[in-house]
DNA sequence: AGGCTATCTGTGGACGTACACGAAACACAA
DNA sequence: TTGTGTTTCGTGTACGTCCACAGATAGCCT
């Protein structure tokens, strides 16, 4: 009904022009401390709100958004985040937002200091922040000129009032832990597998692997049996060798835990060793794992929508510059995919 | 860099008046066939996409979207979708769109038949269609009109092309049996508890009770030992009776399957007969079910999202309104909740 | 009072689009 | 040729805001 009222509206009953009213809404200076106030008062009263559309086209800007994310070409994972990202590049183009992808090598620390460099020119910055003190330097640079930063995927470990789109590591370990916990017998133990964990074992699998481990904890934690087999990241031959030995090692393992996406590595092998009866449970929906899962030697997936995770992340960027809007960015769900609900 | 290209330019491009290129824009008579094609290839070739904010700034169209949901007073099941539809109303605003709650009473189709005559007058209809031939109606009836209608929560049948948000009910179905038939020893059986089949058991409860039941059909699918309890829906003490009743007749129920949010009914009566060790499964994150899961007698719900769903039907409608897109609503995903992720 | 700052305020033209109105161009019959 | 009608096109104003510039007002000095 009562539609907006607007700045000349208002300037018409303060009995002063929209410069006047423009000046104070900027705060900017040549208007008397007496209209000031009244102008103010009449802001207040009328609860004005200025109107965001006009707003955007009468200030001449264009905004660009910097997506600092591991090229998909080095991991499968990546692949669904560049998609998300590039539709949101084709939906925000309307409002005058670029968005542009600086990919970096997820294993080289250098490669992403470059793509900061780059980072440096756009009005915001979404960013997976796989090597922590270069993020964070990127993150204060940002912050000190004003600008927001948003990190996704991956949470940098001070996250006081950081702003962060994705899903609790810690949290969905522990739900890893509490789903294996109900579909392996209470006898059987459980085998946590880590792969690589020097080269590119960022915070998210630390997370999961935490949240994991903390299940099994505390007083009232259910009695279990736990082996932590530290497998290496490059030669496959040598991570066959050393799961099989560990299973005939201890034939009461029940239950495999991967925390990231190589949980197809060990579902191959299991294949090998004609051991898809283990319940064997990881992370994200990348081809290689989902054909393990509907063949049933992948029991269980965390997806994290990634796809939707980016998109969300570069609209809330988006929502600030464009609108101002400071909303909290949202968590996301750990949704668990068995064959049943995967998709298509 | 290339700002893009406005209707001022491609004007001038082509020689004639932005007045022309306005009519071609938006397919108005009165442009002669030469011309149109020549600035229609123009504006392919330039790739000219209309500056939305100044083209709503212009058009000072006010649109009005209904939405059809039952009142939250009557179910807090539609709490939390009240709440999204709130919040889209809230940021709907700066687009000129209005969102309008129309409550109806989701046992008696008469309040809906009147809700539904007062949405005639929106421009977009949103709506949890739980009375079939009246929503049916009504769905035409927006078609007719070229009016958009998305359905949300519940699903119709006939949904050749049909618009919707909301969860596959088949295949959550699905899923809650294959996590019972993972947690629930394989020599024990399961109960379904449908309660309250009449009144108000709506396509959804179908859905999920069909998708549970063919999870163990067909020819290698898991044998198990199913059984069916049709509960009343009013006398909860008549519901303890029979509960009491059937696990005492079949000792060897592992696990329970309710396709409802009423699972905190039998969580209940499962603390009062001292059988949480049974494992419970039912649908929606309200407050009671919470309490249950917290407390472990509840050990999975499914959780369908539901703020996020209502917030995402007002924003496409949005987006169709204004910007004319028209895109794949989405679905929901398929939320397993457990005690370890249950949020807050 | 006239002149001169310094401070305060109003005006007008953008931004890119929508739309009403009216002008021009054309066709065709008288 | 003129008149009439129809099709095709250009112009002007508006949307709500920003911003540069010009205009007004007041204070003070000579």
């Known amino acids: 009904m009562s539609k907006n009222i607007g700045i000349k509206e208002l300037a018409k009953i303060a009995n002063v022009s929209i410069g006047t009213i423009d000046r104070v809404l900027h705060n900017r200076q040549g208007v008397s401390e007496k209209t000031r106030q009244r102008v103010l008062a009449l802001i207040e009263q009328h609860d004005y709100k200025p109107n965001l559309l006009a707003k955007h086209l009468a ?67 979404l960013m997976v922040p796989l090597f922590e003190k270069a993020a964070m330097r990127l993150k204060d640079n940002f912050a000190r000129q004003g600008k927001s930063c948003l990190c996704f ?70 009695q279990r049996k736990l082996i932590a087999y530290e497998g290496p990241i490059e030669q496959a031959n040598h991570l066959e060798q050393g799961i099989a030995e560990i299973l005939q090692k201890s034939p009461n393992i029940g239950g495999i835990y991967v925390p990231n996406s190589r949980v197809y590595w060990v579902a191959h092998i299991l294949e090998q060793l004609q051991r898809t009866d283990l319940i064997l449970l990881g992370f994200d929906l990348i081809p290689e794992n989902k054909k393990y899962l509907k063949r049933g030697t992948i029991d269980f997936l965390i997806n994290q929508h990634p796809e939707n995770q980016a998109y969300r992340g570069v609209e809330w960027l988006m929502q600030r510059l464009v609108f101002g809007e400071k909303a909290e960015p949202g968590s996301t769900p750990i949704d668990v995919v068995m064959r049943e609900n995967l998709e298509e």
């Open 153 to 222: 995927d991956t949470n940098l470990p001070e996250g006081d009032e950081h702003l962060f789109i994705g899903q609790h590591a810690f949290q969905a370990g522990r739900l890893c832990a509490s789903l294996l916990n109900y579909t392996v017998p209470a006898d059987r133990s459980l085998l946590l597998v880590n792969l690589g964990r020097k080269a590119g074992y960022h915070l998210n699998f630390w997370g999961r692997e935490n949240g994991f481990n903390s299940f099994f904890k505390g007083k009232d934690a259910p």
């Open 59 to 125: 200030s001449r800007k264009q905004f660009s958004i910097a997506v600092l994310m591991p090229a998909s070409e080095d991991n499968p994972v990546w692949q669904p985040y560049v998609q998300g990202i590039e539709k949101a590049a084709r939906d925000m183009e309307k409002f005058s937002v670029t968005v542009d992808h600086l990919p970096f090598d997820q294993y080289d620390p250098q490669s992403f200091e470059n793509a900061a460099e780059g980072a440096s020119a756009y009005d915001a910055l």
